[in-house]
């Protein structure tokens, strides 16, 4: 079976697995007692896996940004960057472990009678744990033999289930699709926008990101001190859009500066200004959708979707490449977002075809997704050349 033809199904199947693990629920837990008790869910499979391996990343990350002997490991794509990933496999096992032991304590804590919830302590500690597993053997099949990074094709299949699952009033299913078909637009503008020497989007969707998020840590402050959080705390509430439109504008000014630094790097001052006012304009209708949609009385994330669109746009892309050229060569593994297109541009300049694989969602995060690396990959008939194009690099 030809590659182009059989990476698309391993990718699939990949997929529909996403999908099945995030309708499992916890070993160990009584489910239906759960529910019909709490009215409430209980812990998701796949969901506390997820968050548990993207926060650790994450943490290690930031870790290796403050530490002087990990600092070099950030800019090494290939033994340094290995070494920061098994820290944060690591890591991801010891949040799980910590949520794992939270959910259990939490759920025997308001049993009525020992042992309504929990069947088994150990096994639903093991589940959630395992889950961590679970994911990167997946996401590894995926990257190995599939399309795009299998940390992306996990995200875009939960988020799908996370769409599909919602109980929503027929009415407001409407509202939900046109919102989502609105925020495609922007969506597609954000990753299919010219670049030349600039990233597009300067400041991705962390500034949106950012502004919803301190919202929520406010309430979630005063629900911790059992005080009612203020009006201006919840979606759709006018003072909320004021806000959080100064909060979008200043934090994307601000990390446009970050993520684009002062290197012979850098694209010229009046390309940088372009881009991220246009960046930032389109956060602003990000985020006009969202809370168009909550004063409508639904919850929704324009982010999500652009997200969803930058991770298909990328698959797509490397399967026309992979179709036009055959077997690949990696050449490199880059985190910094900047130095995207003047790798690209060394290498098409020496007349040699690249794909940037993962290159679109990771642009929408920069430093906040160090689980997507942007893979630079040549044809093999390639290899050759482009090492030396770049200066040995491999």
Known sequence: MPPHIKRPIVTILAMLAFVALHYVHLPGIAVARLKADLQAPAPLFAVVGMQALIHAFIVVEFAALIIPRWRAMRFDGGDGRAALRRVSYALALIFASVQAYLIVRWLQDISVTPGRYIVSAPLAWLSIVGSVGVILQIAFHVHRRGLGNGLSVAILAFAICEWVDLELPRESWWILAAATGVSIVPGVAMVLAPRKDVVWPTCGVVPLNLAIGWFAAVASVYAMVGEPAPAWTEAGDPKQALLAVGLIVVLGVVLTRLFHPRTEFRPSATILKIASIGSIALLLVLFGLEHASARSGVIFSAATVVTLCAIVHDLVVEWRFRRQHGDLHCLDELHHMYMVPVAARTLTDAGIPVLMRGASHRALFHFFAPYVP?????????????????????
């Open 374 to 394: 942007v893979e630079v990959y040549v044809p093999e008939s390639h290899a050759d050349a482009a090492m030396e194009a770049t200066g040995g690099n491999h």
